[in-house]
């Protein structure tokens, strides 16, 4: 079965610094992973996904994320943090052989001005 | 375009009290869907799954039930609420299958307070 760790529960950054939010993940096959984003008192939305194409993937907002199969691993990063990134974040992971959704825990993003 | 409608927004219900959550998907046909909640602090647990009408799988025991009367429509109900049915109930779909089942479109949520 897989399963999804989150490392840090809290990340707190300056407007207009790196954001780095970790996430390594075990899995028997070949995962998909994704990075999910909720602002208070919303759904989720989805910011970017890995289904086995290109290892380094863009999505929204500027983030992008890497697959690092050899550290297990599916970092966020965003180059320069603003206020509006304030939010919790999610990575998921889901493997064969039903493609079953294990989510993380969740790390609260706070944006300094 | 396909959108997803959730309510009631906000909750507030007595203990022992009856539960009626709903959820209907607009754009789109033979999605599944989803329940999950979020406790404060906490991360998603999935309650129930739907991958077509009248079929619902439960993923937590619980007093809780979930309907799909049809193909686009996911209730969530309880006949008698607990203090610890509290939390924050998100309804999601998704036509993927395979690889990029994961890649969900979420409702706005129901803030459900159990006193």
């Known amino acids: 079965a897989q399963s999804v760790t989150q490392l840090d529960s809290h990340v707190s950054v300056s407007e207009g610094t790196p954001v780095l939010l970790r996430c390594n993940y075990s899995s028997s096959y070949s995962p998909s992973l994704f990075w999910y984003v909720q602002h208070p008192n919303k759904g989720l939305q989805l910011l970017l996904k890995y289904t086995s194409a290109a290892t380094l993937v863009k999505g929204i907002n500027g983030f992008e994320a890497e697959f690092k199969k050899s550290e297990t691993s599916f970092h966020l990063t965003k180059p320069s943090a603003h206020m509006s990134d304030a939010a919790e974040y999610f990575c998921?992971?889901?493997?064969?052989?039903?493609?079953?959704?294990?989510f993380g825990a969740g790390t609260t993003v706070t944006v300094r001005a | 375009s396909q959108t997803i409608h959730q309510w009631p927004a906000t909750l507030v219900q007595p203990v022992g009290s009856p539960l009626s959550l709903e959820c209907t998907v607009e754009?789109?046909?033979?999605?599944?869907l989803y329940w999950y909640r979020q406790a404060a602090g906490r991360g998603l647990q999935l309650l129930f799954y739907s991958v077509g009408i009248g079929q619902i799988s439960s993923e937590v025991p619980q007093n809780l039930s979930a309907s799909r009367p049809q193909d686009r429509q996911f209730i969530l109900s309880s006949k008698k609420l607990l203090l610890s049915d509290s939390g924050f109930y998100l309804c999601?779909?998704?036509?993927?299958?395979?690889?990029?089942?994961?890649?969900?479109?979420f409702g706005e949520g129901s803030r459900l307070t159990v006193l």
């Open positions: 999601a779909w998704t036509v993927y299958r395979g690889p990029d089942t994961g890649e969900l479109f």
């Open positions: 998921v992971v889901s493997d064969l052989p039903d493609y079953k959704l294990s």
């Open positions: 754009g789109t046909s033979n999605p599944n």
